[in-house]
């Protein structure tokens, strides 16, 4: 299309890199600046809804996904002393005859590299740190610590809680600490010894959580992600150490299958579980706001990454065949198609009761992202 609008994309995390696989999809090459000089495979696991599937499953990635990832008989729900099943939310076939897609567990670093290898690597920018950007008539300006300065007709700032596209727009609002904190990491399944663990279980406990789950389809490697009470820690940073021998102690007198875990890990990382209020508007003329950048949630409901791919596919529909001159409206017709749902999900994640007795999941795993019905234009 001769009057195709440009696109600069702000951040290649999940949802940067699902943005412009998915653009790429609807025929609208955009460019993706990153501040990180490389990427690297963290130590976490993530889980991979059937709703996320469904956008993974557009952009051609499933087949990829199915043979890096672990597919789970169900993400189980237990007491954290007893053992007893709170509810046990069956996923496998049923499910994804059910949601149409599989419920998939994996590394973080599996399903960024796969989503990575969807856009050509001329495409990304690293090494770029954003540093100002400006509307004007000529388009979006933005500038680079490098020194580097472009211009776009459309920005979409995917580049986390900590945005400088949202604070450039929207000024800089502190998050809620919630007075927890959360220990993850992912280690060799091989240093349990042969201990025989579960697929996927959330063990509950008073205050405290801990869920546990392979991320390899071989059962070769194991994660697991904690919150408890630590109103004293606020750092929000995926690369900063705990101690082992803290988190060990803060899950004394759980399960045994807890303990097993916790004493076979070598390391672990550490941050503060922040969020913020649901935005009135994350839109502003040619810019717009996506995934961590608008809705930052709490993990508790696994779905953050699962919003910021979704925000994509919805995203790279409404720009789909959009002129220069309408890429504004297009982007308000973006928001107004998310607002709600991503707001519900926010709100529901907020109080960590996600499974832990019987819960309605269709509005959650059932949506597709691909054929869900958009705002008017």
């Not at 727009?169 to 919630?178: C, I, M, S, V």
């Not at 070769?220 to 992600?225: A, G, L, R």
């Not at 107004?336 to 907020?350: F, G, M, P, Y």
Request: hydrophobic share 40%; net charge neutral; glycine share 8%.
């Amino acid at each position: 299309m001769a009057n195709q609008p440009s696109v600069a994309i702000v951040g290649a995390g999940m949802g940067g890199l699902a943005t412009a696989a998915a653009l790429r999809r609807v025929g609208i090459v955009a460019t993706v600046y990153e501040q990180a000089s490389q990427f690297a495979r963290l130590g976490a696991g993530i889980q991979i809804g059937c709703n996320a599937m469904q956008v993974l499953r557009g952009l051609g990635l499933e087949p990829r996904l199915r043979g890096d990832a672990f597919y789970p008989r169900s993400w189980n729900n237990k007491d954290w002393q007893t053992g007893d099943v709170r509810f046990d939310m069956i996923f496998g076939e049923s499910a994804e005859e059910k949601f149409g897609a599989p419920y998939l567990l994996a590394h973080r670093g599996d399903l960024h590299a796969a989503l990575a290898s969807a856009v050509p690597a001329q495409d990304v920018k690293l090494g770029h740190k954003l540093t100002a950007l400006e509307q004007t008539a000529k388009g979006v300006e933005l500038a680079f610590a490098n020194g580097v300065r472009v211009t776009a007709d459309a920005v979409v700032g995917a580049d986390g809680v900590h945005s400088l596209v949202r604070s450039t727009l929207f000024g800089d609002t502190a998050p809620n600490f919630t007075g927890k904190i959360a220990y993850r990491t992912t280690f060799p399944a091989s240093l349990l010894n042969g201990y025989a663990i579960d697929d996927c279980t959330k063990w509950w406990g008073e205050d405290r959580h801990i869920v546990i789950y392979f991320v390899k389809p071989d059962r070769s490697e194991v994660y697991f992600v904690t919150s408890q009470p630590e109103p004293g820690f606020r750092i929000e940073s995926w690369s900063e150490k705990g101690d082992v021998k803290l988190l060990r102690a803060a899950f004394e007198g759980f399960h045994p299958q807890v303990q097993a875990v916790l004493h076979a890990c070598p390391d672990v990382h550490k941050w503060a579980l922040l969020e913020r209020e649901p935005m009135e508007r994350w839109t502003e003329g040619n810019i717009t706001l996506l995934g961590d950048s608008c809705h930052p949630m709490t993990p508790y409901m696994a779905q953050g990454a699962a919003m910021a791919m979704e925000d994509a596919a919805v995203l790279s529909r409404c720009l789909d065949g959009v002129e220069r001159d309408g890429v504004a409206a297009a982007l308000r017709r973006f928001e107004a198609s998310r607002k709600e749902r991503t707001s519900r999900v926010q709100l529901s994640s907020r109080t960590n009761t996600w499974l832990k007795n019987k819960t309605d999941t269709d509005w959650v795993y059932a949506y597709n992202a691909w054929t869900a019905p958009l705002a008017a234009a």
